[in-house]
């Protein structure tokens, strides 16, 4: 922290003017010059002395609401400040220290407080807003306290408290579902057999086996068959889903991978993942996002749970461009298997990165392409390939490019008509 001079305006006029009055008495041999330096003197000697040597002990807490904030919102923060000394306190000033990436005036006019001789703390209340601008952990604080004395000649400063953290989280931003149901884009929902008794309702009839149980006879299958049937349960699980963010270094600019929120294309990328895993969790999807290389950046998102979305946006406050994985990686995650709905979610892009992915679409029902590369003929070679591609630009609309890609079968077949 910086020193700053001991003196408010005042006390160096006063400093400046003692001065004068001993040179002028000395030119001039003016007693009463000379005494009233020495008393200007005096004062500033008193007042530096009053301010030191009274006792404050000073604790401070900060919290802010809400703990975690988007991208773009505001975040209101209140500094706790309790104040215990054995004198009443004079007016001063306050400033709490804030990093880049938040903006608002985070300074005012601290209050007098009143003698503490009677017990208990004097506390006041500081609030301030914040606008959050950059992606990351930010840490506020600590606070800078100026205190004067009760004549306003001196003054002191005191670093007061520890730092709080505030995460700033992507723009989680509603996207309008990638199909008209959960689970359309995955043919059906998957089903599996398992043991009687484990919760479901959904019987089956399947022929007895030696070792089934008579009690598990489906009287009227058998009845029906004209052969010996047991009772078993049909149980649905839920569909998957698949969202790739590309976080090779390559393809973002170089400032992506020193710090969140210094490249704007890196952020849009980040915004449209959270985005994505978000509204395929609320149509019922599971959820696993992973990188280029297959390497998970979450746990699965159970498909519904929201609550492991708000996890989700939280850690990915810290994500920044690594690696250098190759977009062909993609294409041997996948080989010979087909998968649900996949989202790929990369920056800039070369023919040879377009010609790379080209063979993953034939293993997904659903293959969407969001680039941040704003290059027609980019996405237009993507989807020649059988990717619903689309640009996420920075300053373009997620949810507009959203919906291109999610309705991409019916704005074809309204074209084609």
Known sequence: MRRAWPLTARGTGAGVLAIACFIAAAQLGAIQLLAFGVFLTALVIVSLIALHIT??????TRSSSPPAVPVGDDVRVTVHVSVRTALPTTPGTWEDRVPEGLEGRTDGRFPALGSGLRGGDRAVDL???????????????PLDLTVRDPFGIARRVAE?????????????????????????????????????????????????????????????????????????????STPEATVVLDRAKARWGADAADRPGADPAFEAAVDACVSAVN???????????????????????????????????ARFATVTA????????????????????????????????????????????????????????????AAATGWYAASIAPGTSLREAWLRVAHADVVAAEAAS
Request: with cysteine; aromatic share 4%.
């Open 55 to 60: 006792r404050r002990d000073v604790e401070l």
């Open 127 to 141: 609030v301030y807003d914040l606008h959050a601008t950059q992606r990351g952990v930010h840490w506020l604080g």
């Open 160 to 236: 007061v408290g520890d730092t709080t953290r505030l995460i700033v989280t992507p723009q989680c931003i509603e996207l309008p579902p990638l199909t008209a149901f959960a689970g359309a884009t995955g043919g059906m929902l998957q089903a599996t057999t398992t043991r009687l008794g484990q919760g479901s309702d959904n019987l089956i009839a399947r022929p007895y086996q030696p070792g089934d149980s008579m009690r598990r006879i489906h009287w009227r299958a058998t009845a029906h068959r004209d052969m010996l049937m047991v009772r078993e349960e049909e149980q649905e």
């Open 279 to 313: 509204a395929l969790v609320r149509d019922g999807y599971a959820v696993q996002v992973i990188d280029v290389d297959g390497t998970p950046l979450s746990e699965v998102v159970p498909g519904g749970e929201q609550s492991a979305v708000a996890v989700l946006v």
């Open 322 to 381: 690594q690696g250098s994985a190759h977009l062909a990686t993609l294409g041997h995650l996948w080989s010979g298997a087909t998968t649900g709905p996949l989202v790929v979610i990369t920056g800039a892009l070369t023919a040879d990165d377009v010609d790379a992915l080209a063979p993953v679409p034939a293993h997904s029902v659903h293959p969407v392409l969001l680039t941040t590369d704003g290059a027609s003929d980019a996405i237009e070679r």
